[in-house]
Every structure is written in structure tokens, then in C-alpha cells.
């Protein structure tokens, strides 16, 4: 006991001396300073009080403020040094490791076999530093994935917490559906994203454009739809006892599921309903424990959507849509010189970036122009009458094998195959909520793979989200291992 106390009391005296300075402080801005910075200055006191206490609480709220990244950067009166993400990401990072100083000092940091992948990733990237174009840009770029390896270590520490971080993910991208959805009933837009005969605008969420809103409804959506599925699952197992709770929950993810679905829709990216069809096929394989019953219910699903669409009971507009996709898959050719409409215009661009992509892979094969260096190298390589460069070849593969080479696209495939095998393991376990959400992150890492062949998703600091997702299978691996010291935190 005397130990006991021995510990706490320089704690206790260490927190009493902290309030007292912050008291201090504060007095005396009240006494000199504006009003509104007083007030912003006891918002923040607070905010940094509260994630100390709770740091899972710092990563719900950077999951929340990083897709207001482009909008911060277009609409604020004031440039921020650094985009919202990235100080979010710092407040993060922050709490969390005062808190591991105040509550697991000494302890070991927690570890997984997920970093392994992560670690094969980065290894891989290396190389093209050496024939980089742009060495900030390399730079740039590589920082993202220490940045998810970050994440990954501190959603796995707070494992405890896993059920609020996964409830995280998906209120924001609710909150960007929500958003969306005001876009497309005519709230906002620009001209030339007016859709469906001119009766809706195509919905981009607070990301300025409608891509990378697309993606962050499809890589969110499966999650939620995992969840709702766990929910419900384990209220059928405790159907005699406590159940009520546990179906209050599975119907509010399955109503933030269809709020995402609709999102999806609103965006009109047909990459993304690409990349939810497999996620689809993946959650309703998955979701029973027998693999017959799952083949079954693809069966019977397929049956039903070729009804609907025999029917005529899915909308005209929508059809067309999906099947001018086609043509991005079955339509690869020399882009140059192609006249371009109104109607081919998104396919020969997305088909021109592809083709300099190619261009550039031709010239460096094994290491690249370096990463993050397609838009500092696209001017040698450019396809005439697509003079600017967007930043990424819209096809996550095709990008990573011009700044990268062969090697890093490998490294970089080894190490998605890693994290989707674990995922897979993962599914086995017994705890229902926990393989309802496994089941949900196999689904998004389906959409992931199927979308990144027509986009890049690794943008608008949406890389943070995903550093999360992997993070919450880290953490619910360890969860259900119970063979590790460090469990006896978890709930």
C-alpha cells in the first residue's frame, strides 16, 4: 500500500501543479486578451482535456475533421500551415502518448503481425527514392504510410476502446453522406456536375469533387454493413437474455448503412459502385459461417438483380451509366489524337493518364520516377491535348508501377495479400460483433482493390482512414488472442 500511494501521489502533485498553471494562464488571457480568443482558448483547454481522458476520443475527431480538408483549403479566410488531417493527425498522436505516460508508463508497446505488410510496403518505396524526380514529393507521399503504421500502433494500444473508433469511421462518412446528399438535391454544385437530365447534381461532400467522396462512402459503407450484421448476430445468440440493446445497435448501423448507400448513388462514381459489388460479394459469401449457405445466397442475389434489371425496375438512368463503364475496361487504346465529346471526354482523360503512366513505367521499370513524382514527371509524358496533369494516373496500380516500378508495385500487392490473409483468418473467430467487423473490413478492402484500377484513394487524407481500418483489425485480432499481457485492459 505504501508503494501504492508512492506511485500516485507524484501523479497526484503532477496534476494538481498542471491545473493550477493552466488555471493561471487562463486568468490572465481573460484579463488581456480579446474575447474570441479567450473563447477559443477554453474551447481548446477543454478539447485537449477531454482526448486526454480519452484519447479514442482524438481519433473519432480526426476521422471526423480530415475530409474537411479541401474545403478548409478553398472556403477558409486564413490558410492553415498544414491541412486539418494533418493537425488533427499531430492532436492524435499527442494525447495519445501523454496518456501512455501517464496511465502504461513503462509498459511495452503493443504488437501485431500487421506491421509486417506495412513494413514490406515501405521497404519497397525505398528504392524509387533513388530515381526520384522530386524528392519532396517522395517524401510527401512516404510519410502517409508511417503515418498509417502510426495509426495502426495507436488504434491496437486502445483496443479497449475498438467498438468507439469503428463507430467513428462511420459517423463520418455519415456526416459527409448527409452533406452529399444536400449537394445532390441541388444545395450546391458546379455546372458540369449537373447529372440525369439536369435534375441533380452529382454529390462531393465537403472533398471538393465527387471521386474521392465516392470512395470514402465505399470504403465506409461495407464496414457499416459489417457492423449492423455483428449487431445482429449477436442479438440472435442472446436472443434469451440481453437483446434489446444489441438490436437498437444493429438497426442504427444498418440506417447509417443506407444513408452510405445513398451517398454511393448520389455520387455517381461508377468506380465505386464498381468497387461496392465486390464488397457485396464479399459481405454476402461471408456472412454465414458455412461457405454452401453464402455460395447460395450469391446465387439467389444474382438472380434477383438480373430481375430487377430485366424488369426495368432499376433506374434508366443508372443502367446507362453502368454500362458506358464498360468502355474504360474493354476500350484501352492510343488516346492520342481521339477526338473528344462531351460523351468520351472522362474515358479518353482517364485513358491519356493511363497511357503516360505506361510511358513513364517504359522508362523506368524497376524503381520509377519516385514516389509521389507522376505529376513532376507527366510533362515529358503527357498525351497532346491533356497538357495538365492531375496529380495521379486515376488507377492506383498503373500510378504505383510509374513512381515505383516493378518493385515497389510488388512490395506493395505482397503487402495488401498479407493483410487480406490475416483478414481472412480473422473471420474464423467466435465472437460475433468482432467477426461482423472483420467481415465489414474484408469487404472494404474488396472495394479498395476493384476502385484503385480506376482511381487512386490514397488522397484527401482518406490514407488516415484506412490506417484506422487496419488498425481495428489489429485490435480486435489481439482481443480475441487473450494470450497477450496486455488484454487485461480490454473490455
Known amino acids: 500500500m505504501m508503494l501504492v500511494s508512492a506511485t500516485i501521489g507524484p501523479r497526484r502533485g503532477y496534476h494538481g501543479v498542471a491545473w493550477a498553471a493552466l488555471a493561471l494562464l487562463l486568468g490572465v488571457l481573460a484579463a488581456r486578451a480579446p474575447l474570441a480568443l479567450v473563447g477559443g482558448g477554453l474551447a481548446l483547454a477543454a478539447l485537449l482535456i477531454v482526448t486526454l481522458a480519452e484519447p479514442a476520443l482524438a481519433v473519432v475527431l480526426m476521422l471526423c475533421l480530415a475530409p474537411l480538408k479541401t474545403l478548409i483549403d478553398t472556403e477558409a479566410p486564413v490558410r492553415l500551415p498544414v491541412d486539418v488531417g494533418q493537425i488533427s493527425f499531430a492532436l492524435v498522436a499527442a494525447t495519445w502518448a501523454m496518456w501512455r505516460v501517464v496511465q502504461r508508463r513503462g509498459e511495452a508497446l503493443p504488437r501485431t503481425r500487421l506491421f509486417l505488410p506495412l513494413a514490406v510496403i515501405m521497404l519497397a518505396f525505398v528504392p524509387s527514392l533513388f530515381g526520384a524526380i522530386s524528392t519532396l514529393a517522395w517524401a510527401s507521399e512516404f510519410v502517409k504510410w508511417i503515418e498509417i503504421a502510426l495509426l495502426v500502433l495507436i488504434v491496437l494500444d486502445l483496443r479497449h476502446r475498438w467498438t468507439w473508433i469503428a463507430a467513428g469511421l462511420v459517423l463520418a462518412a455519415v456526416l459527409q453522406a448527409l452533406i452529399g446528399l444536400y449537394e445532390f438535391r441541388g444545395g450546391s454544385g458546379a455546372p458540369h456536375l449537373w447529372i440525369a437530365n439536369y435534375r441533380y447534381f452529382r454529390a462531393f461532400g465537403t472533398f471538393g469533387q465527387p471521386n474521392p467522396f465516392s470512395a470514402f462512402m465505399g470504403l465506409t459503407l461495407p464496414l457499416a454493413l459489417g457492423l449492423a450484421w455483428g449487431f445482429l448476430s449477436t442479438a440472435w445468440r442472446d436472443r434469451h437474455s440481453a437483446w434489446r440493446l444489441t438490436t437498437l445497435f444493429a438497426a442504427l448501423y444498418a440506417g447509417a448503412a443506407g444513408m452510405l448507400l445513398l451517398g454511393l448513388i448520389a455520387s455517381w462514381g461508377r468506380g465505386a459502385w464498381l468497387g461496392f459489388g465486390a464488397a457485396a460479394v464479399v459481405l454476402i459469401g461471408g456472412a454465414p459461417r458455412r461457405w454452401w449457405l453464402g455460395l447460395l445466397l450469391l446465387a439467389a442475389g444474382s438472380v434477383l438483380l438480373m430481375t430487377l434489371w430485366a424488369a426495368g425496375l432499376i433506374p434508366l438512368s443508372i443502367q446507362q451509366r453502368i454500362n458506358h463503364t464498360a468502355q474504360e475496361f474493354v476500350g484501352f487504346r492510343d ?32 524503381i520509377g520516377v519516385g514516389l509521389g513524382g507522376y505529376e513532376a514527371a ?24 510509374a513512381e515505383t516500378g516493378m518493385i515497389g508495385l510488388v512490395g506493395y500487392l505482397a503487402g495488401w495479400m498479407l493483410i487480406v490473409y490475416w483478414t481472412v483468418r480473422a473471420l474464423h473467430m467466435s465472437d460475433p460483433l468482432k467477426r461482423g467487423l472483420v467481415l465489414g473490413l474484408l469487404g472494404t478492402w474488396a472495394h479498395l482493390a476493384v476502385h484503385s484500377i480506376v482511381d487512386k484513394l490514397y488522397v484527401n487524407n482518406l490514407f488516415l482512414h484506412l490506417g484506422v481500418m487496419v488498425g481495428l483489425l489489429a485490435a480486435v485480432r489481439s482481443h480475441s488472442a487473450g494470450n497477450n499481457a496486455l488484454d487485461r485492459y480490454s473490455d
Not at 344 to 358: G, K, S, T, Y
Open 335 to 366: 488516346v492520342r489524337g481521339v477526338p473528344i465529346s462531351d460523351e468520351n471526354f472522362a474515358v479518353v482523360e482517364r485513358l491519356a493518364h493511363w497511357q503516360a503512366a505506361i510511358s513513364m513505367a517504359s522508362d523506368h521499370p524497376f
Open 378 to 401: 507527366y510533362p515529358a509524358y503527357r498525351v497532346p491535348s491533356w497538357p495538365r496533369a492531375l496529380g495521379h494516373a486515376h488507377n492506383d496500380y498503373l500510378n504505383l508501377l
